[in-house]
Structure formats: structure tokens, C-alpha cells
């Protein structure tokens, strides 16, 4: 399985911006998820110019920790602007994702199931 980004959301109004939003921007981007390297990169190969900030994995974000960022745009991952939607700035987005499995994987599951289904009408 593979994650797809598809569009970014504004924490404070719910706007939606577009992928391209990204390119050639300069942006602070936090991540407190298993390995945020990998989020960064996603960003940087949208076309940001990304400036990271790892935290913690469940990490329960302060006001205070994200007010470097100032009025530069501020991009997380959707499970992090759940924690930061109380305090949220106009200029925070958060980047939604789609997942993608793979299509031979997905035929194996559904193979799975019609046998389990299959087995139980017997």
C-alpha cells in the first residue's frame, strides 16, 4: 500500500488548496507520526522547499511549539491538525492523503474473501 497526496486543507476555514500550491513554496512542515522523514519528503517532491520539525509520534501539540513558524505557511499530516485544530492559524494547512493498494495485493484480499465466504455458506 502506498499513500497518495491529494489535496491540502486549511486548518482555520476548511479552504482547499490544490497540490500545486506547494511548488516552489518555502514551508515549516511538523510530523509527530512513526517516521516523519518520509511526510517531509512527500512535501519536497510536491515541489517544497520543506524546513521539518519531527516530533514525537502521538505527540499532543501546544500553541507555544508551533509558534516558530510565525506567519509562514505551516503544513502537518491530517492525523496532527486533529490535535491543533483549537488553536489553529490561517496560515496552517494539512495534507490529506488516499490510500493506494497495490492491485495484485488487493485480488489476493478479495480472492481471500470469496473463499471465506464460500466456506461459510457450506
Not at 491540502?8 to 490544490?18: S, Y
Not at 512527500?42 to 520543506?50: P, R, S, Y
Request: hydrophobic share 40%; net charge neutral; with cysteine.
Amino acid at each position: 500500500m502506498t499513500l497518495r497526496p491529494t489535496q491540502l486543507v486549511n486548518l482555520a476555514d476548511g479552504r482547499v488548496a490544490p497540490l500545486e500550491t506547494l511548488r516552489g513554496q518555502y514551508v515549516h512542515a511538523i510530523a509527530g507520526i512513526g517516521h516523519p522523514p518520509r511526510f517531509f519528503a512527500t512535501l519536497e517532491g510536491l515541489g517544497a522547499q520543506v524546513m521539518g520539525r519531527a516530533f514525537p509520534d502521538h505527540h499532543r501539540y501546544q500553541p507555544q511549539e508551533l509558534a516558530y513558524a510565525e506567519e509562514s505557511m505551516l503544513v502537518m499530516t491530517e492525523k496532527d491538525a486533529v490535535k491543533c485544530h483549537a488553536f489553529a492559524r490561517p496560515h496552517w494547512w494539512y495534507l490529506t492523503v488516499e490510500a493506494q493498494v497495490d492491485a495484485t495485493l488487493g485480488e489476493h484480499i478479495a480472492s481471500c474473501l470469496r473463499q471465506a465466504g464460500n466456506r461459510s455458506s457450506l
